[in-house]
C-alpha cells in the first residue's frame, strides 16, 4: 500500500506526548484490511476504534483532499490525542469523535466503506443504514457467542442487504460502550473472573441455563484450574483454524476460558463436566473420564480429518437476529 510509505506509523503509536499506545494492531495486518477495504480518492469513510491514529491517516492519504474520515473512539483519551496528533501533521480531512462506534455516526453519513478495528456482537443494522448502496464493510464478526471467536469479513451492501463476500483469519478487540481499563480480559460474554491469587476466566455458551450466581460458570471454572487431569495433544496448534472449526459445531455447551493471562483455551463444558484444550496443546478435564472430554477428543479427530481447515475455506451466511439487543445480523460459517 503506498500510503504506508507516506504515513510515520512510530508518530502515532509511540508519540512522544502520549506514548506508547496499548493493544494496538500489527500495521501490516491494519494493511490488509485497507487494502479490502478498496478506499479510492474522494470516498468518505467511517472508521470504528480510533486507536493511536495511525489507521486514520492512512485513511486520510487515500480518500485524498477531496474525502473525508470519520473516526469513532468510545476512549476520549485516546480520541483526544488522535485528533492533536493529525492537526500535528496538517490533516484536515479527518476527524475523531467520542462515540459508541456500534451506533455509527448520522451527522456524515452516508459513507462510502467503513472499517472496524474492534469486534461488534453481530452486524449492526446501523451501519447498513449509514452506508451507501454498493458500500463497503470491513469489519470483525463474532461466530459463537464465546469471546474471542472472530473472522475479518468483507461485506458489500446492494439493495439494502449485506453480503459476506470474503472472510479471513482475525480478531480485534470487542466494542464495549465504555473504555476498557484490563485488556487481558474480553470485554463480553465473560461468565465468571477470578481476579485472585490469578486472573483466570470463563465464557459458556449455555449461560442462559445457568442461574444468578453463576454456580455452574463458576464451577466449571474450578475445576479447570484445580487438580485437573492433563494430556498432551499437540506440540503445535493452528488456533485459527481450531477455533473457527469448534464455533462451526455450534453446539451449546461450547466453552471458551482463559486459565492463566497468556493462554486461551477452547472446549466443551457442562455444569458438572469439562475438557478444554489450550493453546499450547495441553488438554485439561475435570476427570480422565469425562463425557466433556469424550466430546472434546471427537471435535479434535473431526477438525484433523477435516485437515484443520483454515478461515477462508467456510461459506459465510448473514442471519437476521432475533434478540433485541442489538438490530442486525449474526455471522456464521459452515463448509
Not at 466430546?295 to 479434535?300: A, C, N
Not at 433485541?324 to 463448509?335: A, E, P
Request: charged share 20%.
Amino acid at each position: 500500500m503506498d500510503a504506508a510509505e507516506a504515513v510515520p506509523e512510530l508518530y502515532y503509536t509511540h508519540h512522544e506526548g502520549r506514548g506508547a499506545t496499548p493493544h494496538r494492531s500489527n500495521p501490516l495486518v491494519i494493511q490488509r484490511e485497507l487494502t479490502t477495504l478498496d478506499v479510492r480518492d474522494g470516498m468518505h469513510v467511517l472508521e470504528i476504534g480510533t486507536g493511536s491514529g495511525y489507521s486514520g491517516a492512512l485513511l486520510a492519504k487515500l480518500v485524498g483532499s477531496m474525502g473525508t474520515v470519520t473516526s469513532l473512539d468510545i476512549d476520549a483519551y485516546l480520541v483526544r490525542w488522535a485528533n492533536v496528533i493529525h492537526y500535528e501533521r496538517g490533516l484536515g480531512n479527518v476527524h475523531c469523535h467520542v462515540a459508541d462506534g456500534v451506533a455509527g455516526w448520522t451527522e456524515r453519513a452516508p459513507y462510502d466503506r467503513l472499517v472496524a478495528w474492534c469486534t461488534p456482537p453481530a452486524l449492526p443494522q446501523t451501519w447498513v443504514n449509514q452506508l451507501i448502496d454498493g458500500g463497503r464493510i470491513v469489519a470483525p464478526l463474532p461466530i459463537a457467542d464465546v469471546p474471542n471467536m472472530t473472522v475479518v469479513t468483507a461485506i458489500r451492501l446492494a439493495d439494502g442487504r449485506p453480503t459476506v463476500e470474503a472472510v479471513a483469519a482475525g480478531g480485534y478487540i470487542e466494542a464495549t460502550t465504555s473504555p476498557k481499563d484490563n485488556l487481558d480480559l474480553p470485554g463480553r460474554w465473560v461468565d465468571w473472573e477470578n481476579r485472585v491469587p490469578s486472573p483466570s476466566w470463563i465464557s459458556i455458551a449455555w449461560r442462559d441455563r445457568d442461574d444468578r450466581l453463576h454456580t455452574g460458570a463458576r464451577r466449571v471454572l474450578g475445576m479447570l484450574l484445580k487438580d485437573a487431569h492433563t494430556e498432551p495433544y499437540a506440540t503445535a496448534i493452528d488456533w485459527p483454524s481450531w477455533r473457527t472449526f469448534v464455533a462451526t459445531q455450534a453446539d451449546p455447551q461450547l466453552t471458551m476460558a482463559g486459565l492463566t493471562p497468556d493462554l486461551w483455551a477452547i472446549g466443551h463444558s457442562t455444569p458438572t463436566t469439562a475438557a478444554v484444550l489450550q493453546q499450547d496443546g495441553t488438554i485439561l478435564a475435570d476427570h480422565p473420564n469425562s463425557p466433556s472430554l469424550v466430546i472434546l477428543r471427537d471435535w479434535l479427530a473431526r477438525w484433523e480429518d477435516a485437515g484443520r481447515p483454515a478461515p477462508e475455506t467456510y461459506t459465510p451466511t448473514l442471519v437476521r437476529r432475533t434478540e433485541q439487543s442489538i438490530s442486525g445480523w449474526n455471522l456464521r460459517l459452515s463448509r
